[in-house]
């Protein structure tokens, strides 16, 4: 991985290529990013850059933030994500990365939190079958059904499919291509749906190739 930048989901919109052909696209207000921190393998093992997207005003920071910003002589920033680049060491403290450090025919990975849909049954949440609709099936048709456990185990085993909050996870989509960048107004267009909710906050990465 040697590019990386946090974005704003926009939304979702449609481009027409040159032969004239649709091609849905997600909008993503990608930077631009400062970097906050630098880490190095000699001092912590490890070499990746901390980048800080959004301002934020000074008085909504707690008094470690304020000083872990004062010692990047960075703007105050709302958001913060490490990223271990493999050419972290050509990056400094207070460098600007934009929108155009991808470009156009790039495959990116796009790790979002999906959008909340709250408590939710087995049917919707695991894609579970309705029990029979005919005569004496009962008022349990959306219902979970046995569990399989008599007396023995007598328990129900981890990782049983039952109801429970849905969405609100951390979901990556790997292999987007980059349609279109608007360095001007910090816009990256990926091809296909990504996670989360208008609004919501994404970290781009490009696509590591598997030789």
């Not at 912590?44 to 997207?53: K, P, R, T, V």
């Not at 460098?95 to 979002?112: C, L, N, P, Q, S």
Request: glycine share 12%; charged share 25%.
């Amino acid at each position: 991985m040697k590019k990386a930048i946090i974005g704003k989901k926009v939304g979702m919109t449609q481009i027409f290529d040159e032969n004239g052909k649709v091609i849905p696209v997600t909008v993503i207000e990608a930077g631009p990013c400062s970097v906050v921190q630098k880490k190095t393998v000699e001092k912590e093992g490890y070499a990746s850059i901390q980048l800080g997207f959004e301002d934020i005003e000074e008085r909504k920071l707690t008094k470690p933030q304020k000083g872990h910003f004062q010692k990047s002589g960075v703007s105050p920033k709302r958001h913060l994500k490490e990223f271990r680049l493999e050419n972290a060491d050509s990056f400094n403290v207070g460098d600007e990365i934009k929108a155009d450090i991808f470009a156009e025919g790039d495959r990116v990975d796009v790790t979002g939190i999906s959008r909340g849909k709250g408590y939710a049954g087995v049917i919707k949440r695991w894609n579970a079958r309705r029990t029979p609709s005919s005569h004496g099936g009962g008022p349990v048709h959306r219902h979970a059904g046995s569990m399989g456990a008599s007396a023995s185990p007598s328990r129900i085993f981890k990782g049983k499919i039952g109801a429970g909050q849905m969405g609100a996870e951390q979901v990556t989509v790997q292999n987007l291509d980059v349609v279109k960048v608007d360095p001007e107004l910090n816009m990256i267009a990926v091809r296909g749906a990504i996670p989360g909710p208008k609004g919501g906050i994404v970290y781009l990465r490009d696509t590591v190739k598997n030789d």
